[in-house]
C-alpha cells in the first residue's frame, strides 16, 4: 500500500519504481543472486528494519548459508556487495544516467541511500529507449507486429464506437443529483462535495502500419514484413489499401479498448451527477498530480499500475497473471487467463479493483484492471451497475468486524468470461480488507 517516506521526501513507490528499473536492467536482469541481494536489503529498509541488515542475514537469507554462516572466512556477501556497486555506478552512467532519483549502496553498508538527481525528462526518455531496444530485437518482429496491428484495428474500432455513442445521446444536464444507495457507497469519496476525480488512461507501446500520412524520417524508422507472410489481414481494410506493411513505434496512438469503453460508463456516471470527467494520459502524469487528487487509474500496464500502491499481503498483478500471497480456502495462488485449447481466444479473464487511500487521507485511489483490456471491461461495468454492486458490499461487509458496514480500503478480484473478445458479466472471486 501506499505510504509516504520521510527520508529525503522519497515515496516508498518513488524508491520501489527506481529498485525495479535497476533491477530489469541489462546489468542485474541476468544476475538473479544480485537482483535478489538488491531486493532483499531494499524491502528490509522500506520496512523499517535497516538496523538488522548485516553481513550475517544477507548471507543466510539470499545466497542460502546456514545457520552456521562464518562472514569472517566465507566472504560472499562482501564480494557480491562489491560487485553490485559497481553494476550500480556502470548502470547510472549508461541506462539510468537520465533517472531522477539514484539508488547507492556505500561502502561498508547494507542499507541502499537514494538521492535527487536533476531532472531531465525522464520518463519520456526511458520509455523511448526501451522502445528502441524492443525495435532491435527481431527475433519475435512477426509475433509483436501482428499482435499490434490487430490491437490497433481494435482501437479504431473502440474510438468509433465512443463518438457514436456520445453523438447518438444528448449530453445530459448538469444538475446535482445523487447516485443510487447501491453505487453511493463505493463513489461517495469521489462524487461532490469531493473534488472531481482524474481519470488516468494507459498508453501502451506498439508497433502501428505505417501509412502515406507518415513522414519519410517515420519510414525510415519501420521495420516491413512481407504481405503474404500475414495472411490474417487478407480482410482487412489495411491489406487493401497499404502497399507494404511497414510498422513504425509508437507510444502514443493506442489506448485499450476495455479501458475506452469503460471510460464512457464512468464519465456518463459521473455527469448524471453533474460532476465533470477528467481525463489523462499516463504518459503526461506525474507523481504529484496523483498524490494530490482523487485518482482512478484504468490498465495494469502502464506506468501507475498496481506496482505503485502495492499491498504485498493481498492480490498484486506481476508478469500477467495475479499473485494471491495468502489463499484462503477454495482460492487459487496464481490465476491466469484462459484460452480455447482450438481458436487460442481468450474465453476467460481477471481484474483487480484496489480502493486505496491517497497521500492526503480524504482522496483516494482506486485501481481498475484486468490482465486483460476485455478484464478491465467487464470490472468498469460492474462497478457501475447497482445490483451487482449492491452484492459487493454483502461480500464486502461479511468480511469487516461488524459483518454490517464495508472497509474504508480493500481489495476485490473478479472474473469474467470472454466470447469473440467480447467480456461478459463480472464475478467475485474474492476480496481483501486492506489496513489504514
Not at 115 to 143: I, T, V, W
Not at 187 to 204: E, G, Q, R, T
Amino acid at each position: 500500500m501506499y505510504r509516504q517516506s520521510a527520508e529525503n521526501g522519497f515515496s516508498l513507490y518513488e524508491k520501489r519504481e527506481e529498485l525495479r528499473r535497476v533491477i530489469q536492467s541489462k546489468h542485474f536482469v541476468n544476475s538473479p543472486k544480485k537482483s535478489r541481494f538488491l531486493e532483499f536489503i531494499a524491502e528490509q529498509s522500506f520496512q523499517g528494519n535497516s538496523d538488522k541488515l548485516n553481513e550475517y542475514l544477507i548471507g543466510t537469507e539470499v545466497y542460502d548459508r546456514g545457520a552456521d554462516f562464518d562472514q569472517q572466512r566465507d566472504p560472499i556477501v562482501r564480494v557480491q556487495a562489491h560487485e553490485i556497486r559497481r553494476l550500480l555506478k556502470k548502470y547510472y552512467e549508461e541506462d539510468g544516467s537520465r533517472s531522477l532519483i539514484r539508488m547507492e549502496l556505500p561502502p561498508g553498508h547494507y542499507v541502499p541511500v537514494f538521492s535527487r538527481q536533476a531532472p531531465p525528462e525522464f520518463e519520456e526518455a526511458r520509455h523511448a529507449g526501451e522502445e528502441a531496444r524492443q525495435g532491435e530485437n527481431r527475433l519475435p518482429l512477426n509475433r509483436l507486429l501482428l499482435t499490434a496491428t490487430i490491437v490497433l484495428a481494435c482501437s479504431c474500432a473502440a474510438l468509433a464506437i465512443l463518438l457514436a455513442r456520445r453523438a447518438a445521446s444528448p449530453q445530459p444536464p448538469r444538475t446535482t443529483a445523487a447516485l443510487p444507495a447501491n453505487l453511493d457507497w463505493f463513489w461517495h469519496p469521489f462524487v461532490p462535495p469531493a473534488d472531481a476525480p482524474l481519470i488516468v488512461i494507459p498508453n501502451h507501446p506498439l508497433l502501428r502500419a505505417a501509412h502515406d500520412g507518415d513522414s519519410e524520417q517515420t519510414w525510415a524508422s519501420g521495420h516491413e514484413i512481407p504481405k503474404a507472410s500475414l495472411p490474417e489481414f487478407r480482410d482487412t481494410i489495411h491489406f487493401r489499401e497499404l502497399k507494404r506493411f511497414v510498422f513504425v513505434p509508437s507510444l502514443t496512438d493506442f489506448t485499450s479498448v476495455g479501458e475506452t469503453l469503460g471510460l464512457v460508463d464512468l464519465c456518463e456516471m459521473f455527469f448524471r451527477i453533474g460532476d465533470t470527467c477528467r481525463v489523462q494520459q499516463s504518459r503526461l502524469l506525474d507523481f504529484d498530480e496523483i498524490k494530490n487528487n482523487n485518482v482512478i487509474l484504468l490498465g495494469g500496464n502502464q506506468s501507475w499500475s498496481g506496482r505503485v500502491f502495492l499491498n504485498v499481503q493481498g492480490f498484486r498483478f506481476q508478469d500477467g497473471v495475479i499473485l494471491n500471497s495468502n489463499p484462503k480456502p477454495g482460492e487459487k495462488a496464481v490465476y491466469k487467463p484462459e484460452f480455447d485449447p482450438v481458436t487460442n481466444q481468450l474465453t476467460r479473464d481477471y481484474a483487480l479493483v484496489l480502493m486505496l487511500p491517497n497521500e492526503r487521507k480524504a482522496n483516494r485511489v482506486l485501481l481498475i484492471y484486468g490482465i486483460y483490456t476485455q478484464g478491465s471491461q467487464a470490472a468498469i461495468e460492474f462497478l457501475t451497475t447497482p445490483e451487482k454492486m449492491a452484492q459487493l458490499r454483502s461480500v464486502l461487509a461479511g468480511i469487516s468486524p461488524d459483518h454490517k458496514t464495508p472497509p474504508q480500503y480493500f481489495q476485490v478480484l473478479l472474473t469474467t468470461t470472454v466470447e469473440n473478445a467480447v467480456p461478459g458479466n463480472a464475478t467475485v472471486v474474492a476480496v481483501r480488507a486492506v489496513a489504514n
